[in-house]
């Protein structure tokens, strides 16, 4: 049985000292569910910083993504359910 570095260690304690960090900022602004945001710590972080920027990067990329795509497809179809679930399926490549 191999124990962890002190790299590790390192490692493990900047997480959680950011992941703390980012759900105190959650609840100082009040956000709806503040343990996304320390999940999301978890979720991005990589000891190593590149793959890490990298992440965060498309992270934010496919949220903006995902918001362009809510702001223009909900609108038309808000009247019509059925063909807006076939057009979000098809979208999403669940059909």
């Known amino acids: 049985m191999t124990y962890p570095s002190i ?3 390192l490692f493990s304690v900047k997480t959680f000292a950011a992941s703390m960090l980012a ?12 343990y996304w ?8 972080s990589n000891p190593f910083v590149g793959a890490t920027r990298s992440k ?14 809510a702001i223009a497809l909900v609108p038309p179809f808000v009247e ?14 669940t059909l």
């Open 56 to 69: 965060a990067l498309y992270r934010a990329l496919g949220t903006a993504l995902g918001a362009a795509a």
């Open 80 to 93: 019509t359910p059925l063909l807006f679930s076939v057009i979000v399926a098809t979208w999403t490549g």
């Open 7 to 9: 790299r590790d260690w």
């Open 37 to 44: 945001a320390m999940a999301s710590v978890y979720i991005v």
């Open 23 to 34: 759900l105190y900022l959650a609840l100082v602004f009040q956000l709806p569910r503040p």
